[in-house]
């Protein structure tokens, strides 16, 4: 198990916990059932890295660790 700490840059900070086969996508869909947002408006990123949806955290080398990412929502413009 790892446990992902998350940061929205305004002061609120999420605990997830999950495995290393988790993929991304997966846990974006656990932070959205955790701060009542839509998992497609989440952006998981560390420093400058976005980390895409499709790739498992083991894949990220973050087994074994407690990681500290920062997320922040997307507004998406319909027309």
Request: one cysteine or more; a positive charge; hydrophobic letters at 40%.
């Amino acid at each position: 198990m790892i446990e992902v700490v998350c940061n929205d840059r305004l002061g609120k900070k999420v605990r997830v916990k999950c495995n290393s086969e988790d993929t991304i996508g997966d846990l974006k869909k656990l932070i959205a059932a955790q701060t009542g947002t839509r998992h497609d408006k989440i952006v998981l990123k560390k420093w400058y890295t976005i980390f895409k949806d499709h790739v498992t955290l083991g894949d990220y080398a973050l087994a074994g660790k407690m990681p500290q990412w920062s997320y922040q929502l997307v507004k998406m413009c319909m027309h």
